[in-house]
């Protein structure tokens, strides 16, 4: 794998992480 592609996948995690914590509400309507 390419690093920039693993650090991004990673970084996209996270962020959706930090979204469902924060708006769990929200995420599970989206979802």
Partial sequence: F???AV???IKCAALNRMIQIAKPD??????
């Fill in 2 to 4: 390419d690093n920039q």
């Fill in 7 to 9: 650090e991004l996948f």
């Fill in 26 to 31: 929200s995420y599970k309507v989206e979802a």
